[in-house]
């Protein structure tokens, strides 16, 4: 398992790295939900309702990643030298605060297993790519390693989730239809509460900036109690409080 590199990120890549070197394995867990049931009913042919134990397939279960490798002090034959290495302590430190931050990290895994599967017209294993929370970090220093950290990694997939808006639409019979609305990109940006107007910056730059949308830029002004006459005068140093929703 040479051929490929794995890569964690917080806040939309705004934080991230490469792993240093690569794990031995890597623990992928993927089960489905389904659920037994015993119903009664006639048995043989199959035009009758078969008895006894019947299966319910269900939408699978959230992935599950483990492994374990170590953060390097030095450069070794074996790690990658375009890979930028840091010392020990700052993935141990990246990591303590993308959990306490609460937030879902970035999980992706990029590369080629093998020839195998350029032969089977597989670029990669790049589907292994998706938000993920850490459920569990565990880390050492050895003596006579010169510095290097052990450490073992969980993690589990994570799905962003919200209400959906819906909208209704008149069908061609006349009969009002429930229409739910496309799902958009979730937004793994961390918004802060706060905001300090550079120059030049307009309510609307700043909604675009921290939303996406800059239309968006009525709540930022609501929420301050900016009135119509103040909107001219903002300038830069001009303290904001962020919406969280």
């Not at 590369?111 to 599967?117: H, K, Q, S």
């Not at 589990?156 to 009969?175: I, L």
């Not at 939303?211 to 005068?233: H, M, P, V």
Request: aromatic share 12%.
């Amino acid at each position: 398992m040479n051929n490929y590199r794995i890569m964690l990120s917080w806040n939309n890549e705004a934080e991230g790295f490469q792993i240093p070197v690569n794990p031995e394995s890597l623990d992928v867990k993927e089960e489905s939900q389904g659920k037994t049931y015993n119903i009664v009913g006639k048995g043989g042919g199959t035009s009758e309702t078969r008895a006894g134990e019947i299966n319910v397939i269900k939408s699978p279960k959230l992935k599950e990643v483990g492994f374990s490798s170590f953060f390097p002090n030095q450069y070794y034959p074996f790690v990658n030298e375009e890979v930028p290495l840091f010392v020990p302590m700052y993935y141990i430190n990246l990591i303590r605060k993308w959990m306490e931050s609460q937030r879902p990290i970035r999980f992706i895994v990029a590369g080629d297993y093998n020839a195998l599967t350029k032969a089977s017209g597989i670029d990669g294993i790049s589907d292994l790519n998706f938000p993920a929370s850490i459920e569990s970090f565990e880390w050492k220093e050895v003596a006579g390693s010169s510095g290097d950290i052990e450490y073992s990694l969980k993690l589990k997939e994570y799905v962003f989730y919200s209400a959906r808006s819906v909208s209704t639409t008149v069908s061609d019979n006349g009969e009002t239809v429930l229409v739910q609305q496309a799902r958009v990109r979730p937004d793994e940006r961390v918004r802060p509460e706060t905001y300090t107007l550079h120059t030049g910056e307009k309510l609307r730059d700043v909604a675009k900036r921290l939303f996406g949308n800059a239309g968006r830029w009525r709540e930022i002004q609501s929420l301050n109690g900016i009135t119509e006459d103040k909107l001219k005068d903002l300038t830069a140093g001009t303290f904001l409080r962020i919406p969280q929703n």
